[in-house]
């Protein structure tokens, strides 16, 4: 079993979505065994494109595709998690609290 942790920083936008799209690519495929575990970390996350939400829909598929369980650590900013909420992604996040809890949860299986 395999433990990783996708952060995400500053805007995800288009500006930056071959950055993090490589980066992305290379962590979460990493992620490929069923019962692997991933917390995705928005915490400072200041901006959230359409490109963003695509980025986030596709690693949550790949996710759920390859039987690897994940937790996500929502965003400090307002703005961005309404943002997540009108696209209808809170739901599909699974939301914890803080990185505690998140770490607490991929660590009890």
């Known amino acids: 079993?395999?433990?990783?942790?996708?952060?995400?920083?500053?805007?995800?936008?288009?500006?930056?979505?071959?950055?993090?799209e490589l980066a992305l690519a290379a962590k979460a495929g990493a992620l490929d065994q069923r019962g692997d575990r991933?917390?995705?970390?928005?915490?400072?996350?200041?901006?959230?494109?359409?490109?963003g939400i695509r980025l986030l829909v596709t690693t949550i598929k790949q996710f759920t595709q390859r039987g690897v369980s994940f937790?996500?650590?929502?965003?400090?900013?307002?703005?961005?998690?309404?943002?997540l909420k009108i696209a209808s992604l809170t739901d599909h996040?699974?939301?914890?609290?803080?990185?505690?809890?998140?770490?607490a949860v991929v660590h009890q299986g």
Do not use: H, Q
């Open 1 to 20: 079993m395999t433990i990783g942790t996708l952060k995400f920083e500053g805007r995800i936008d288009t500006a930056r979505a071959g950055e993090i």
């Open 38 to 51: 991933a917390i995705i970390d928005l915490k400072e996350v200041i901006y959230l494109s359409s490109m």
């Open 71 to 83: 937790v996500t650590i929502p965003p400090d900013d307002g703005l961005v998690n309404e943002t």
């Open 93 to 103: 996040l699974n939301m914890v609290e803080d990185r505690e809890a998140a770490l």
